[in-house]
Each structure stands twice: as C-alpha cells, then as structure tokens.
C-alpha cells in the first residue's frame, strides 16, 4: 500500500493509493488509523471507496458506524472519495448527506475513478 501525505500550513493529509480493499472490517480500519498516526504523525485520511468493503455501504451491517465511531474516539477524520451513485439505498443517501454535512466522515463524490 501506498500512503503519500500531503501537509500544507502544519496540516497533513495521508492519501491512500492502492488498487485492492484496504479496510475490509474493523480491524483493517483500526490498522490503518494506527499506521499513519504513528508512522506519519498524521490525523487524517483520504481514501478511495474502492479501498473499502462493500459491507462499509451497507448500512444494516453496522460496519460502516462501528468504524465511524473508532475513528471518532481517536479523533482521526477520514475522508472518501468516490461515485457513489452505484447504490441504491435511500439510508446510504442520507447517511451520505449527512457526512457531506457533519463529519467525522466527509464523503467527496466523483472526485477520484
């Protein structure tokens, strides 16, 4: 896997590039937040929606708040970045929107394929 981190004005943002799922359950997600906080003393996250887990879109799973909450209580933010007009659940709207709206989740829609 491949993390670049981008820091601007003391701010940085590790960037995930890699073809294949990187948080496929709770655990990879947890691996990942610990991975760039201590490797690259770094808070926040930009992923691809390729890089995670079907499961993640599926609400009634519980996964996608599971890792929310996580991410939340070790005050990492995570953003996504993706087309998610693939799905076609009217809770994933929503939750969608209100991540556009309030964090710790910002979803970015269409802007990396």
Known sequence: MKIS???KDN?????????DI???DVQGALDLMA????EHDCQKILINKINITEGFFDLRTGLA??????YMNYGIKLAMVGDFNVY????LADFIYECIELPPLNILTNCLK
């Open 5 to 7: 981190i981008h820091e």
């Open 65 to 70: 708040g599971e890792i929310l909450q996580k």
């Open 88 to 91: 076609n659940s009217k809770s």
């Open 35 to 38: 991975s760039i906080h201590y």
């Open 22 to 24: 990187v948080i496929g």
């Open 11 to 19: 701010s940085k943002v590790a960037i995930i590039e890699n073809p």
